[in-house]
């Protein structure tokens, strides 16, 4: 698992988080990014690196905050089907909701889905983690896929790019009951071989 930043760091990932949902990826600089955080161009090169690090490092940051949100949802559910539909549903909700996915799509759909299409596995890796530990929790009592942690953490993370970067393809995914009713339909017994509504 990833670990946080410290907090310098983290201050400076956040500047960067809220100047993309201010004007985009694109329209972002270095500049834009030490100013918000009070720092000097030179302080973010050396503690952080350049613009892809910084964009990579804040996008981590916020999958990480994303996995929090989804733990919290999950409190008090204790069956894994049901658990995996409220992680899947939580994490596409969430990720779609994001100030800055939102702000990326409104200045540009194209660039958006291709510049997210390259670099949302950082975010995505880091808030799939709750739905990756469901799923081999239900491996090891004996249901679920025997596919290896590695290829079970890739096809969940294909699974949640697809329905977050392009949720007008394929059935409509455009509300939160269109992604449960399909995560419930076809997404928990695929992976798992049983639906939320399925006798134990």
């Given amino acids: 698992m ?3 930043p410290e907090p310098r760091i983290a201050a400076i990932l956040d500047a960067a988080l809220e100047q993309f949902a201010a004007v985009g990826f694109m329209k972002t600089s270095m500049a834009d990014v030490a100013r918000r955080a009070g720092v000097d161009r030179v302080t973010v090169y050396r503690t952080i690196g350049g613009a892809m690090e910084v964009r990579d490092a804040a996008l981590t940051l916020a999958g990480l905050r994303m996995a929090a949100q ?3 949802s999950l409190v008090g559910i204790d069956d894994p089907a049901a658990k995996l539909e409220q992680a899947f549903v939580s994490m596409v909700m969430t990720f779609r909701s994001h100030p800055v996915l939102v702000k990326a799509m409104e200045v540009g759909r194209g660039e ?5 299409s390259q670099r949302s596995a950082m975010w995505l890796t880091s808030g799939a983690e709750p739905i ?4 081999k929790t239900s491996r090891a009592s ?4 025997v596919v290896d942690d590695a290829d079970l953490a890739s096809v969940v993370l294909r699974l949640l790019h697809s329905m977050v970067v392009f ?3 394929g059935p409509a995914m455009t509300s939160e009951d269109d992604v449960r009713n399909f995560v419930r339909r076809a997404v928990v017994p695929l992976i798992i071989g049983q639906s939320p509504d399925s006798p134990k």
């Fill in 2 to 4: 990833v670990s946080p």
């Fill in 142 to 145: 004996g249901r679920g896929s």
């Fill in 167 to 169: 949720p007008d393809i």
């Fill in 132 to 135: 990756v530990d469901i799923l």
């Fill in 112 to 116: 958006a889905l291709d510049d997210l």
């Fill in 70 to 72: 989804i733990e919290e």
